[in-house]
């Protein structure tokens, strides 16, 4: 079936570097995917739609400078965390949709801690 | 807009009991419907989902869910549980267009020995 993977699974990176993770339809081209975050014992929330090929959508409250987003190709998606700090610690989660019927598959996610 | 209600933070269930974990949602336009599990530190996986057709719908692990559209709900069930069921549940809608999710807060089962 079809897979969603990302890397890396785990990141530790300091204080204000930057961390980018990625998320790859494994076998589909996915023309939409989208990035979730879930702080600790919290839900999941939507921070933002990447589309192929044009900017991408950010939810409110989400700061698109500090959380960019590159859909290079039908197959990858990047989130890049700039100038980490503590608080940025969450777990990171995409989505991509394609395949048969246009199905929506999570990825593994992200852990990513800013020391 | 779409929001997304699981009553229950934490529901503690003996092994061999059913459980029943609850869903209500809000919603002007067509959704769909889903449930996950995560168990600890591991990504969402897909326990069933809800996109039209008979309101009862059987999932994996023996789960099944029912869709109600009068009471906007999508109840998550299973008749005996066993202590690998530990985890948390998250309930999801999306609408018809967007497939933008909206997540409940989530309920964590925990079964008891």
């Known amino acids: 079936g079809a897979v969603v993977s990302q890397h890396p699974s785990r990141v530790i990176c300091k204080s204000g570097t930057s961390v980018k993770i990625e998320c790859r339809s494994l076998d589909f081209q996915a023309t939409t995917m989208f990035w979730y975050r879930q702080f600790p014992k919290q839900s999941l929330m939507l921070m933002a739609t990447s589309n192929e090929g044009s900017k991408a959508t950010y939810e409110q409250g989400v700061e698109k400078d500090k959380f960019l987003i590159n859909h290079a190709s039908l197959t990858l998606s990047t989130l890049t965390v700039t100038s980490a700090h503590p608080e940025d610690s969450s777990f990171y989660i995409c989505s991509a949709r394609g395949g048969a019927g246009n199905t929506i598959y999570f990825g593994e996610g992200s852990w990513l801690t800013v020391v | 807009a779409q929001s997304v209600t699981q009553l229950d933070s934490q529901v503690p269930v003996f092994e061999e009991a059913p459980v029943e974990l609850r869903c209500n949602y809000s919603?002007?336009?067509?959704?769909?419907l889903f449930w996950y599990v995560q168990y600890p530190n591991q990504g969402l996986q897909l326990l069933l989902k809800y996109l039209s057709g008979s309101t009862l719908v059987k999932g994996i692990n023996g789960f099944e869910a029912e869709f109600n559209k009068s009471q906007t709900s999508f109840h998550l069930r299973k008749p005996s549980v066993h202590i690998s069921d530990t985890a948390e549940y998250f309930c999801?809608?999306?609408?018809?267009?967007?497939?933008?999710?909206?997540f409940g807060t989530g309920t964590r089962l925990k079964v008891l020995a």
């Open positions: 999801a809608v999306s609408d018809q267009g967007t497939y933008k999710y909206i």
């Open positions: 919603s002007s336009v067509s959704v769909y």
